[in-house]
């Protein structure tokens, strides 16, 4: 199914963008479902700070207390991980 996105002769898909941007949504969309299903393990860290550059969850952002890495330690910290479980 993935493929249908790199068929030739379709540049671009119904919501107006590339079909390449639309590929990468989807694998995000994805992403975020294979981590809520694995809250009890490693999926908080997962969710909140992605993988580095070997594939690995990263522990804490790099740069952490600056920038969209802020950000991520707040989500981590303040997101009401039991609406999501219940």
């Known amino acids: 199914e993935l493929r249908l996105f790199f068929c030739e002769g379709h540049e671009g898909v119904s919501s107006g963008t590339s079909a390449a941007m639309e590929y990468q ?30 594939w690995e969850i990263r522990q804490t952002p790099d740069g952490a207390g600056r920038g969209p890495h802020r950000k991520r330690l707040k989500f981590m910290d303040e997101m009401d991980w039991d609406c999501v479980t219940t």
């Open 25 to 54: 949504r989807t694998i995000g969309a994805m992403f975020a479902v294979y981590w809520l299903l694995r809250l009890e393990g490693d999926g908080k860290r997962g969710f909140s700070y992605g993988l580095d550059e070997e």
